[in-house]
């Protein structure tokens, strides 16, 4: 399905952006990394959205909305203090977008929309965010210095609103959308995630290194301090990977490539909502880092 150029994450003008500043940052031993990390997915899950007694429609994520794949920016800072030691701070900004048409009414957020209409997600870096803070500690360093082993702990925050668009029953045409009526907040309930992750560098020959990381976190199902038809309650996992090779261009100046796998699940209750969000994520990933 063709979609606009205007609604594309413009990929190739950040990459040239990240590339251009890159080539004016002096200084390899400086205690400041920036980086920018572009990635392409393809997703699934489900996600699932309760209003009162009308009871969500289980909708699969990925070819079951029509979303072929999610785009990724990541843009990181890194601070070493002390050797062996780091804060790093990242945001990852999202895009979701597909079209469906189904043949049964679906249900979301207590509005019933109309079969034989395209449903249409488009979730936007605005309302999919993520947030997240990590502090980073050598554990092992060997062989020559071609092993490195670092441990890290921190928290993550994600703002996602989920946006779904169709034709409400009862429409007079097929221009009068849902709008606001079909998004939902999970933002609203959510909590910061306790993160606990690994990080391995190994030295190849050269200037090529092999990276592998897991960081991951879960909240088991807590009041969320928010009211909405009664206490609302949360429950939250996220996890993610990567496995790639990391190029030295020149001092300080990395090029990195590779693999990754994400998974993220939300699950509010309360008397009036029950929403569940459960997405798996996979693909490539392309990463241009510098000191500053």
Not at 34 to 42: K, M, N, S
Not at 60 to 68: A, N, R
Not at 220 to 245: C, D, H, I, M, W
């Amino acid at each position: 399905m063709h979609r606009p150029r205007h609604r594309r994450f413009f990929l190739a003008q950040a990459t040239l952006a990240c590339t251009a500043f890159a080539a004016l940052t002096p200084s390899a031993h400086a205690a400041w990394r920036w980086y920018a990390e572009f990635a392409r997915g393809v997703p699934g899950g489900v996600v699932q959205v309760r209003e009162n007694t009308v009871n969500g429609t289980a909708l699969p994520l990925g070819s079951g909305l029509g979303i072929d794949y999610v785009q990724r920016l990541r843009l990181g800072v890194t601070h070493r203090f002390a050797p062996g030691r780091a804060v790093v701070l990242r945001l990852d900004l999202v895009r979701m977008h597909g079209e469906k048409v189904f043949s049964q009414p679906v249900y979301f957020n207590g509005v019933e929309l109309m079969p034989g209409l395209p449903v249409t997600t488009d979730t936007n870096p605005v309302n999919n965010w993520q947030a997240t803070v990590l502090y980073r500690q050598r554990l092992f360093r060997n062989w020559h210095n071609r092993v490195r082993l670092d441990g890290e702990l921190g928290f993550t925050y994600v703002g996602l609103t989920y946006n779904l668009q169709g034709t409400p029953q009862g429409a007079n045409n097929p221009t009068q959308l849902s709008g606001t009526r079909t998004l939902e907040d999970f933002i609203t309930q959510e909590l910061p995630v306790p993160l606990v992750g690994l990080r391995l560098h190994y030295a190849l020959t050269g200037s090529w290194a092999l990276q592998a990381s897991f960081v991951g976190g879960h909240l088991p199902r807590l009041y969320s301090l928010r009211n909405e038809g009664g206490k609302v309650y949360v429950t939250q996992t996220n996890q993610e990977a990567e496995l790639g090779f990391m190029h030295r261009l020149r001092d300080g100046l990395r090029l990195g490539f590779g693999w990754y796998d994400r998974y993220y699940m939300q699950h509010e209750q309360s008397n009036q909502d029950g929403n569940y969000i459960r997405m798996n994520e996979h693909g490539l990933y392309l990463r241009i880092a510098d000191r500053f």
